[in-house]
């Protein structure tokens, strides 16, 4: 048996369309199209499509839905746990993917299995959102059944993501004082150029940009962009909440962080397709603030310290003017970091 592609039968794949299929369907809360000359079985936890033929054998189970974690890895982690390794003796999942269809966070791996005779390659695709986990389990012997495994998932309909209902805030008092010079684009940026006749250098050459948009009502948009000339793409990082200031002390509250992968357009520095996205974890932060001017420079800096480094921030400044600091500025900020073109 030939080892699956997997990349093939992620959600996110357009190179196989559903004109190979015949008649749709709705089972639980997604709908479907069957695909043409499968046999089909139902029961109240799942919706079954087989074959069998001179190449081999494909089962593609639709599973009803359950509630999610609020984690899709480990929405993944629990379904794989109960179907693939409790089900079929399966062996941990390899070739573990991430993707995102209509809001939905998709995650994809598989791995082998034996049972009562009967062995091949289980894949198991998990879909979670609007506090559902849907899952769809394939077993099959053969990457004959490819195309039709990737048909199904690409046409699979889920209901649309609900929009998170916003708190209700009091209105906030107009800022003064340090607080109000905090409103605007505060950005800094750290960058690494390749040495001569040093071929290590050039892994880690490029560019990290870091920028907080604090706004007049209290809430706050972080953005970062990280290039490496080697790398492959280009990391995207967006996050928004709300921030607090008492004295010298900002306190940033984030609502959503999350980490995208673009592949480069054109091999270059612009953004491409996207790749995956991931949540990144929630981190709140009471920072120390002051606001310093460099006369050698002539600029004014945002600087922000803190007891230890942050995951939002990364490591500390070399610049040693204060101690557990970052560094800010506003220039170049009318920059739009996530802008997207595709070559």
């Not at 603030?289 to 990364?314: C, K, M």
Request: with cysteine; charged share 20%; proline share 4%.
């Amino acid at each position: 048996m030939k080892k699956l592609n997997l990349a093939l039968i992620l959600i996110c794949t357009h190179l196989f369309v559903a004109a190979a299929f015949s008649q749709s369907g709705k089972f639980d809360i997604v709908t479907y199209t069957a695909p043409a000359g499968w046999a089909t079985e139902r029961d109240a936890n799942a919706v079954r499509f087989s074959t069998e033929t001179s190449a081999g054998y494909c089962t593609i189970s639709l599973v009803r839905s359950i509630d999610a974690t609020g984690d899709s890895g480990k929405d993944f982690d629990l379904l794989w746990e109960l179907m693939a390794k409790d089900g079929l003796n399966a062996t941990s999942a390899q070739g573990r993917r991430s993707a995102e269809k209509d809001g939905w966070l998709v995650e994809a791996g598989g791995g082998a299995f034996e049972k009562e005779g009967v062995s091949g390659a289980a894949v198991l695709t998990t879909f979670s959102g609007n506090g559902k986990a849907v899952s769809v389990l394939v077993i099959t012997n053969t990457d004959a059944f490819e195309p039709n495994i990737a048909a199904f998932l690409e046409s699979i309909r889920l209901p649309r993501i609900a929009a998170p209902k916003a708190p209700v805030a009091p209105p906030a008092a107009a800022p003064s004082g340090d607080a109000a010079k905090l409103i605007g684009r505060w950005q800094r940026s750290s960058s690494s150029s390749p040495a001569y006749a040093d071929p290590v250098s050039w892994g880690t050459a490029g560019y990290t940009r870091s920028r907080y948009e604090f706004k007049s009502d209290g809430t706050y948009i972080y953005t970062e962009r990280t290039f490496r000339m080697t790398h492959p793409r280009i990391f995207i990082v967006r996050e928004n909440g709300r921030y607090t200031v008492a004295g010298n002390t900002l306190t940033i509250t984030p609502a959503k962080s999350t980490i995208s992968a673009y592949n480069k357009a054109g091999g270059s520095d612009a953004l491409g397709t996207l790749a995956t996205t991931q949540n990144r974890k929630i981190e709140k932060i009471a920072y120390k603030f002051t606001f310093h001017y460099f006369s050698g420079i002539d600029e004014w800096n945002l600087v922000l310290q803190a007891d230890a480094p942050t995951q939002r921030d990364g490591p500390f400044s070399g610049n040693t003017t204060f101690n557990n600091a970052w560094y800010f500025d506003q220039k170049y900020t009318e920059t739009d970091l996530t802008a997207v073109r595709v070559n």
